[in-house]
């Protein structure tokens, strides 16, 4: 499966999916690996992979909806059968979400529903949580709140600061994502009529 990768920022995810390809656990082939910020640490990763990388800064459009048409169209010309959002610290169109609705994974750092949006660590540090955890979900209009495909748990320990419970929720992420991924290369994976479905079982 040809993939996309989005990223902003230090790509950790990316390495894991870069790993899993090389060693043949993962069938795909990432074709380009796209930045929306410049000299980004995942763009450093996806070079010394060999992989093409390209940069469209967003601080180059005049509004959000000039950068994401775009964004389709640099993606578009790698047809890639899956876009893999990997801390792609970007709000996205409608028509963006809509034109890879079913093909496009995003990994959001809480146990979603909970903890949208930004500062999730902190913000379940205050709230008290005695879990915390990640989420890989199919990307709909609603900002981090596509159907779920896989979650990971993970305790918050007396002592904990947001770095640390980052940190344990990020092992998960390194393992949970490309599973979803995986699902998807072969098949597995899929969304219909606003669901997630799991060789074919609601998940
Ligand atoms: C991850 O914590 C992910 O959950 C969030 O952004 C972060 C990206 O980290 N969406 P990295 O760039 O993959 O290291």
Request: hydrophobic fraction near 45%.
């Amino acid at each position: 499966l040809r993939v996309v990768v989005l990223i902003s920022g230090s790509g950790s995810n990316l390495q894991a999916l870069i790993d899993g390809a090389a060693s043949g656990e993962l069938p795909i082939e990432i074709a380009a690996v796209i930045s929306n910020r410049p000299d980004v640490f995942g763009l450093t990763r996806a070079h010394n992979a060999g992989i093409v990388t390209q940069t469209l800064d967003h601080k180059g459009f005049t509004n959000r909806e000039a950068f994401d048409v775009a964004l389709m169209q640099l993606i578009d010309s790698y047809e890639p059968g899956l876009v893999v959002l990997a801390g792609f610290m970007r709000i996205l169109t409608p028509e963006f979400t809509q034109h890879y609705l079913g093909r496009m994974l995003n990994i959001h750092p809480s146990l979603l529903p909970k903890f949208q949006g930004l500062h999730t660590h902190q913000r379940a540090l205050d709230a008290g949580e005695s879990h915390h955890g990640v989420t890989v979900h199919f990307v709909t209009a609603e900002l981090d709140g596509g159907p779920a495909v896989i979650q990971a748990k993970v305790p918050v320990l007396a002592g904990d600061d947001a770095a640390l419970l980052a940190k344990r929720v990020q092992r998960q992420e390194h393992v949970i994502y490309p599973l979803a991924v995986k699902w998807f290369a072969l098949g597995n994976l899929a969304m219909q009529e606003g669901k997630a479905l799991l060789n074919g079982e609601l998940l």
